[in-house]
């Protein structure tokens, strides 16, 4: 995961999720072409995506070694693509992990348009 990242950084997410008395945090941040979760103000994990006209194409995402196998790359999958959903967006899972969430997780179909093998 690339280090000039700060998820501190002041901003006006377009999306978020935050639940009360929760430690994790999701924003999308359209001028940085990526979803950001902090876990307790740490950055954990990263989706990143490139927009198309009605579509996201997701690229890479990435949770960091200490936060790995604890669900929270699945949780950070699930709200990407709702997101995107509820965006009217159509999504590209050019992402290895987005792809296999896809895969896992019926109920995307009508809003995926897989990438050409």
């Given at each position: 995961?690339?280090?000039?990242?700060?998820?501190?950084?002041?901003?006006?997410?377009?999306a978020s999720e935050r639940a009360a008395g929760d430690a994790v945090v999701i924003e999308r941040?359209?001028?940085?072409?990526?979803?950001?979760?902090?876990?307790?103000?740490?950055?954990?994990?990263?989706?990143?995506?490139?927009?198309?006209?009605?579509?996201?194409?997701?690229?890479?995402?990435?949770?960091?070694?200490?936060?790995?196998?604890?669900?929270?790359?699945?949780?950070?999958?699930?709200?990407?693509?709702?997101?995107?959903?509820?965006?009217?967006?159509?999504?590209?899972?050019?992402?290895?992990?987005?792809?296999?969430?896809?895969r896992r997780n019926p109920g995307y179909e009508a809003s995926v348009d897989w990438p050409a093998?």
């Open positions: 995961m690339a280090n000039d990242v700060d998820p501190q950084a002041p901003d006006d997410p377009t941040h359209d001028e940085r072409l990526r979803y950001d979760m902090t876990v307790e103000g740490q950055r954990a994990a990263v989706s990143q995506f490139r927009l198309e006209p009605g579509a996201i194409v997701f690229t890479h995402t990435i949770v960091r070694p200490e936060f790995e196998g604890k669900g929270l790359g699945s949780r950070l999958a699930k709200f990407v693509l709702d997101d995107a959903v509820a965006r009217g967006e159509r999504i590209v899972p050019e992402c290895p992990f987005i792809a296999a969430y896809l093998a």
